[in-house]
């Protein structure tokens, strides 16, 4: 069981980035997912969720009206787009995996966004 982040880099501010994250060995259709981002010495802060349909999606004021959360359940993955980047969103970013029904959650490895010009 995986969850795989790609998608960060080096971005400037104002700019752009997508981040995937896909699943193997289980699938994410009765799972919510949910976007953290991490900086050093801070605590993980939730960034985006989704349910499991899709069709409800929640944002902190920090993100929100800049990122925008979305799944493709048929492949497996979940997106996170960054827009209007800022240098305070510079962290490393994880998917989280939450069973609809009571099980265990799943972490990704991460993958670090750095917003500098």
């Known amino acids: 069981v995986q969850l795989v982040e790609s998608g960060g880099g080096l971005a400037q501010p104002g700019g752009s980035l997508r981040l995937s994250c896909a699943a193997s060995?289980?699938?994410?259709?009765?799972?919510?997912m949910r976007w953290y981002r991490q900086t050093p010495g801070k605590e993980r802060e939730l960034v985006a969720a989704i349910n499991s349909a899709g069709d409800s999606i929640d944002y902190p004021d920090s993100v929100k009206g800049r990122f925008i959360m979305s799944r493709d359940n048929a492949k497996n993955t979940v997106y996170l787009q960054m827009n209007s980047l800022k240098p305070e969103d510079t962290a490393v970013y994880y998917c989280?995996?939450?069973?609809?029904?009571?099980?265990?959650?799943?972490w990704g490895q991460g993958t670090q966004v750095t917003v500098s010009s």
């Open positions: 989280n995996a939450r069973p609809v029904a009571a099980g265990r959650y799943y």
């Open positions: 060995r289980f699938t994410l259709y009765s799972y919510d």
